[in-house]
Every structure is written in C-alpha cells, then in structure tokens.
C-alpha cells in the first residue's frame, strides 16, 4: 500500500468513526428528548394544566375537557369583554363555563395558549423564556404580570429538569391556532352621586 493509499484509508476511517459518533450523539439526544416528553405529559396531566388551560365542553356525564382543543388556552370565539363580580362577600373570583376565564379583583384573567402555533402559542418561545415565565410570573419571562389563578408560583418550584420536560412536551402536541385575548384591568366601581351641582367636587 502507497503513502497516498494509506493516508486515504485513514481519511475514510476517521471519517467513518466521525460519522458513528454524530449519529450516536443524534440517537441519545433523541432518547433524551423522547423520556423528557414522556416525562412532561406526566407533570403536566398531574399537574392539572388541563384544568384550565383546556376548554370544557359538555358531556354525556357533565362538563369535560374539550381534548381536540387541548391547552389551546381560552377560545377566542367566546368574546369577554367586562368581568363578573362575584355574588357575594364569600366569594373570590367567578369563572366562565369554559374555566378558561376568570374575574377577580385583579380583573379578568385569561388561560394562555400552551400549544406550539407560531403565531398564538409558545411557538416562538424558547426553553430559557419558559422557564424564565414560571419562575418570574411574567410572561414571556420579562414583560406584563402572570395573572391569577395561575399558580406560576408553584410550578416555579419545579426542578430544572422537569421544566425542561414540560416545555419538551407542550412543543410536541398539536399546535391550534387560537388567539387569546389580553387580560381585562378591574372593573372601577361605581358610585351614585347624590351632591348637587353647587356642592364642591
């Protein structure tokens, strides 16, 4: 075997142990992802995410969770445009009959879109954004308050590592293009003014 012969054949093996690697290192990110998905249905099915993030519908036994529309936030079809006060003293908030809308004192808050939809989802959002959201209660990591009943707070708490699975798997599911409305400021309340035009105001 020439110099030459033998330079090409130790060319095409390292070339050949180069491409094994990759492609192993391609097959454990893939596992790794594939156990995070797993793990993030998991934390996100027990975890109560559907609860409001997913609209109810109602079913042969009651209201259900709408699953073709699952995490796809509040409809964008059922139009809020005030809040509800609550009937009395004992109660806090009142919500909508799909619980994807809920009136407060902060106002009225909406269950955001968790499906990837590049335009009304999470689509654009990166992992570190997500993680930032939860653990800041600002959404997109940096900008206006996350509202209740959100319990960022909680979910916050989560390892790194199980955030990472809850984002793996919210950008595995189906995206459903569903634009939610921004939160509504709190109904000012209202008075009766009794004074008469000469009383100082």
């Known amino acids: ?25 391609v097959r454990e990110a893939a596992k790794t992802n594939e156990a995070r998905v797993a793990r993030g249905k998991y934390l996100v099915t027990v975890g109560g995410c559907n609860d409001c993030h997913t609209p109810l519908k ?47 004192p902060w106002g009225v808050s909406f269950a955001a879109n968790l499906t990837p939809d590049q335009n009304t989802g999470l689509g654009i959002w990166t992992e570190d954004m997500f993680m930032k959201a939860v653990r800041t209660g600002r959404h997109m990591g940096a900008s206006r308050e996350i509202l209740p009943p959100m319990p960022w707070f ?9 955030l990472r699975s809850v984002y793996a798997f919210l ?12 939160p509504l400021p709190p109904a000012a309340d209202t008075v009766a003014d009794n004074r008469s035009p000469e009383s100082p105001r």
């Open 1 to 25: 075997m020439t110099l030459t012969s033998r330079s090409a054949a130790v060319a095409a093996i390292a070339g050949l142990l180069v491409a094994g690697a990759v492609a192993c290192g």
């Open 58 to 104: 109602m079913g042969p036994k009651g209201p259900e969770p709408d699953m073709e529309r699952m995490l796809s936030g509040h409809p964008e079809s059922f139009a809020i445009s005030t809040g509800e006060r609550a009937g009395s003293e004992k109660w806090m908030m009142v919500a909508a009959s799909t619980m994807t809308a809920f009136s407060g």
């Open 154 to 162: 909680n979910v916050g708490k989560m390892t790194d590592e199980d």
């Open 171 to 182: 950008r595995s599911i189906k995206p459903i293009q569903n634009r939610v409305p921004t």
